[in-house]
């Protein structure tokens, strides 16, 4: 049981080292804020509270955010304390390349120095695309000042010609139709305007409703906050309200190490399986739980999650989106039957001060179609399934609700693509060497040889293959793929190819073996001919010449303990900077 004890109120606040006296510097720091026509009593000893605002229209998931920081805003005078709004890195993962995974870093460094720097007493974190939300949450248990989430939410349901469109998971199915010639360009075109029509990040059970969904059931953020629509008016009232709370936090202060437990991982797990949640969670999780000193592992996702049923029945892995999820009940209501079924952590804290249970247990679940009742279940072992043999000696991943069944067992000649250049030159040529029965091997696109570790994991099929009707081929990388994307696809392989994993030996021809039931994924070679060729592999992938990406390239762990750079690991606190001048 976790158990808090709120501080007593009032005490002198860390903010106080900037405005708290009558000194040069602390006249210094008070004149200079009253320029934007704050009064003098703002700064008697009240919490300071810090909004950090990904909003970016380089963004388009984050385009919104404006308009809620105004609202946490509201909540924040109305509990007494001062807001100031700060902007932070946003890593879009609609348009930066190579990669927004591999600004999650950059953004998260961003977040923590930004602060500890500032004469901030708590934090609102304001997200909603794919990166951001695990970069604000890095950035913040990393200083460790009380810290409350806001998710900028799902856009609403995409139509087209009568069917619901999926953001991401639409777009890969028409782009395979396409080369499969059951769909036409003017078609695609057509379906484009109907895949965004209105703020808001992507309305599957997608990275970034995953993560949102992380956050609530980590405990970072309020209950239900996961999946209002954007556009709904009660995503702004969540908004005020968390602006509210966190004048609490601080007064009480209750702070991410108190919320961020093993206890607490534990029940993001669990939840991640039972909404069908992204693979990338897998890599964020592992990395939160690095930077409060949680020692969580593959191992755990795979333990965890195996027994758990997908019951969210969502696009990628089923038929409905975020708005009918927010409809039907939203988050408490999967919580909560976690909870009954024995499978949650019921007094794990939350940023509310209390139990995760005390937030849910009266909740009702109003469309069991869309959150399905356990024993008509999506898929009856959800989670995330976690690979070993001699081809992932690290681990990989393989996401079962988005899987096909008849392919959970396969063995296949491999066909090997060395890199996503060597990809992209052969797949579409009549004369490649494949059929439905082989295994795609795409090397080279982990953290450190794409680089960031690019979501072509779900690399599209041969034509030739699609023509026969085909839709599914088991796929195996060291990439990652969208949290949009569905298929039998074998992620996050570690060691990396570009670090001299088994994974950069495989040759074409080689027979592959999956076993997701056994946790197995094997290259039928001898462990003396693995050996051979390890010693006489040679990296293919350069060290950058400077810049982050080469901060990046040398830094940069794996995928299985999350992709955090080895510096950044662990908890740096708050202390008082020394004064500027």
Same mark, same amino acid.
């Not at 350069?542 to 830094?555: I, S, T, V």
């Given at each position: 049981?976790?158990?808090?004890?709120?501080?007593?109120?009032?005490?002198?606040?860390?903010?106080?080292?900037?405005?708290? !006296?009558?000194?040069?510097?602390?006249?210094?720091?008070?004149?200079?804020?009253?320029?934007?026509?704050?009064?003098?009593?703002?700064?008697?000893?009240?919490?300071?509270? !810090?909004?950090?605002?990904?909003?970016?229209?380089?963004?388009?998931?984050?385009?919104?955010?404006?308009?809620?920081?105004?609202?946490?805003?509201?909540?924040?005078?109305?509990?007494?304390?001062?807001?100031?709004?700060?902007?932070?890195?946003?890593?879009?993962?609609?348009?930066?390349?190579?990669?927004?995974?591999?600004?999650?870093?950059?953004?998260?460094?961003?977040?923590?120095?930004?602060?500890?720097?500032?004469?901030?007493?708590?934090?609102?974190?304001?997200?909603?695309?794919?990166?951001?939300?695990?970069?604000?949450?890095?950035?913040?248990?990393?200083?460790?000042?009380?810290?409350?989430?806001?998710?900028?939410?799902?856009?609403?349901?995409?139509?087209?010609? !009568?069917?619901?469109?999926?953001?991401?998971?639409?777009?890969?199915?028409?782009?395979?139709?396409?080369?499969? !010639?059951?769909?036409?360009?003017?078609?695609?075109?057509?379906?484009?305007?109907?895949?965004?029509?209105?703020?808001?990040?992507?309305?599957?059970?997608?990275?970034?409703?995953?993560?949102?969904?992380?956050?609530?059931?980590?405990?970072?953020?309020?209950?239900?906050?996961?999946?209002?629509?954007?556009?709904?008016?009660?995503?702004?009232?969540?908004?005020?309200?968390?602006?509210?709370?966190?004048?609490?936090?601080?007064?009480?202060?209750?702070?991410?190490?108190?919320?961020?437990?093993?206890?607490?991982?534990?029940?993001?797990?669990?939840?991640?399986?039972?909404?069908?949640?992204?693979?990338?969670?897998?890599?964020?999780?592992?990395?939160?739980?690095?930077?409060?000193?949680?020692?969580?592992?593959?191992?755990?996702?795979?333990?965890?999650?195996?027994?758990?049923?997908?019951?969210?029945?969502?696009?990628?892995?089923?038929?409905?989106?975020?708005?009918?999820?927010?409809?039907?009940?939203?988050?408490?209501?999967?919580?909560?039957?976690?909870?009954?079924?024995?499978?949650?952590?019921?007094?794990?804290?939350?940023?509310?001060?209390?139990?995760?249970?005390?937030?849910?247990?009266?909740?009702?679940?109003?469309?069991?179609?869309?959150?399905?009742?356990?024993?008509?279940?999506?898929?009856?072992?959800?989670?995330?399934?976690?690979?070993?043999?001699?081809?992932?000696?690290?681990?990989?991943?393989?996401?079962?609700?988005?899987?096909?069944?008849?392919?959970?067992?396969?063995?296949?000649?491999?066909?090997?693509?060395?890199?996503?250049?060597?990809?992209?030159?052969?797949?579409?040529?009549?004369?490649?060497?494949?059929?439905?029965?082989?295994?795609?091997?795409?090397?080279?696109?982990?953290?450190?040889?794409?680089?960031?570790?690019?979501?072509?994991?779900?690399?599209?099929?041969?034509?030739?293959?699609?023509?026969?009707?085909?839709?599914?081929?088991?796929?195996?990388?060291?990439?990652?793929?969208?949290?949009?994307?569905?298929?039998?696809?074998?992620?996050?392989?570690?060691?990396?190819?570009?670090?001299?994993?088994?994974?950069?030996?495989?040759?074409?021809?080689?027979?592959?073996?999956?076993?997701?039931?056994?946790?197995?994924?094997?290259?039928?070679?001898?462990?003396?001919?693995?050996?051979?060729?390890?010693?006489?592999?040679?990296?293919?992938?350069?060290?950058?010449?400077?810049?982050?990406?080469?901060?990046?390239?040398?830094?940069?762990?794996?995928?299985?303990?999350?992709?955090?750079?080895?510096?950044?690991?662990?908890?740096?606190?708050?202390?008082?900077?020394?004064?500027?001048?």
């Amino acid at each position: 049981m976790t158990t808090f004890t709120p501080k007593p109120w009032p005490r002198k606040l860390r903010s106080q080292e900037w405005f708290g !006296g009558t000194s040069r510097d602390h006249i210094y720091h008070r004149s200079w804020m009253k320029n934007q026509g704050l009064p003098a009593d703002l700064f008697d000893g009240r919490p300071v509270i !810090g909004i950090c605002n990904t909003w970016s229209q380089l963004t388009p998931c984050n385009a919104h955010l404006r308009d809620l920081a105004e609202r946490v805003k509201h909540g924040i005078y109305e509990a007494g304390g001062l807001p100031l709004e700060f902007p932070v890195f946003s890593p879009g993962e609609s348009a930066l390349r190579p990669t927004a995974m591999m600004y999650r870093n950059l953004a998260a460094m961003d977040v923590e120095e930004a602060l500890r720097a500032n004469p901030l007493d708590g934090v609102v974190l304001l997200a909603g695309c794919d990166k951001t939300t695990p970069a604000l949450l890095m950035g913040a248990a990393s200083v460790d000042i009380p810290a409350i989430l806001v998710s900028g939410g799902p856009m609403l349901n995409g139509w087209f010609r !009568g069917e619901r469109v999926g953001s991401g998971t639409a777009l890969w199915q028409m782009s395979e139709a396409i080369k499969a !010639g059951t769909m036409t360009k003017e078609d695609f075109l057509d379906a484009e305007q109907a895949m965004s029509r209105s703020p808001g990040s992507c309305n599957t059970m997608g990275t970034a409703s995953t993560m949102a969904s992380m956050a609530e059931a980590l405990g970072m953020a309020l209950s239900g906050n996961a999946a209002i629509p954007a556009v709904d008016s009660r995503r702004r009232v969540v908004a005020h309200l968390s602006g509210r709370r966190i004048v609490q936090m601080v007064k009480d202060d209750l702070k991410p190490s108190d919320i961020l437990t093993r206890e607490a991982f534990e029940n993001a797990i669990r939840v991640n399986g039972a909404i069908g949640g992204s693979t990338n969670a897998v890599i964020h999780l592992l990395a939160i739980a690095g930077r409060v000193g949680v020692e969580l592992t593959l191992d755990d996702w795979d333990r965890l999650g195996r027994d758990v049923p997908t019951i969210v029945n969502l696009m990628p892995s089923g038929k409905y989106l975020m708005e009918e999820f927010f409809y039907a009940g939203g988050l408490p209501v999967v919580i909560k039957m976690l909870g009954e079924g024995g499978k949650l952590h019921k007094q794990a804290l939350t940023v509310s001060g209390g139990p995760i249970w005390d937030e849910v247990k009266d909740v009702k679940n109003w469309n069991d179609d869309v959150i399905r009742p356990v024993e008509k279940a999506l898929t009856p072992q959800g989670g995330i399934a976690v690979l070993r043999g001699n081809l992932a000696p690290r681990g990989a991943v393989l996401k079962p609700s988005a899987a096909s069944p008849h392919l959970m067992h396969h063995r296949g000649r491999a066909v090997v693509f060395e890199d996503i250049d060597d990809y992209k030159a052969k797949i579409n040529d009549e004369a490649l060497d494949v059929d439905e029965t082989c295994v795609l091997v795409l090397k080279n696109c982990g953290p450190r040889g794409y680089p960031g570790m690019a979501e072509v994991g779900n690399m599209g099929l041969p034509p030739k293959v699609l023509r026969k009707g085909i839709t599914d081929m088991v796929r195996i990388s060291d990439a990652r793929m969208s949290g949009t994307a569905y298929g039998t696809v074998v992620l996050h392989t570690s060691p990396e190819a570009a670090m001299g994993g088994p994974l950069a030996v495989v040759r074409n021809g080689d027979m592959i073996e999956l076993d997701v039931a056994n946790r197995r994924l094997h290259l039928d070679i001898s462990d003396a001919e693995l050996q051979r060729r390890l010693a006489a592999w040679k990296p293919i992938v350069d060290r950058p010449k400077g810049g982050y990406a080469q901060l990046f390239h040398e830094h940069v762990q794996g995928a299985d303990t999350g992709a955090d750079f080895d510096f950044l690991k662990g908890c740096r606190g708050a202390p008082i900077p020394k004064d500027s001048h």
